[in-house]
């Protein structure tokens, strides 16, 4: 695979959302690729930090979430 193929599956791959062939195929691409490893890490971050954000309880969020559901 070439970074830019991997690069368009690589939001999937951070949260586990890939089928195991195709997973595969970008872990052998990553295991070569510094460059397509450090954007993984980058996206693996960021979905960490949304999973604490969902987790979080705020009390305006299920207005906001209800408001941004019906188009704003």
Same mark, same amino acid.
């Given at each position: 695979?070439?970074?830019?193929?991997?690069?368009?599956?690589?939001?999937?791959?951070?949260?586990?959302?890939?089928?195991?062939?195709?997973?595969? /195929?970008?872990?052998?691409?990553?295991?070569?690729?510094?460059?397509?490893?450090? /954007?993984?890490?980058?996206?693996?971050?960021?979905?960490?930090?949304?999973?604490?954000?969902?987790?979080?309880?705020?009390?305006?969020?299920?207005?906001?979430?209800?408001?941004?559901?019906?188009?704003?």
């Amino acid at each position: 695979m070439t970074c830019e193929e991997v690069r368009i599956s690589l939001g999937a791959h951070a949260l586990g959302a890939l089928d195991p062939e195709e997973a595969a /195929e970008i872990d052998h691409h990553l295991a070569t690729c510094e460059a397509c490893g450090a /954007e993984l890490l980058e996206l693996e971050e960021s979905a960490r930090s949304w999973a604490r954000c969902r987790s979080a309880t705020w009390s305006w969020w299920p207005a906001l979430r209800a408001r941004c559901s019906t188009g704003c």
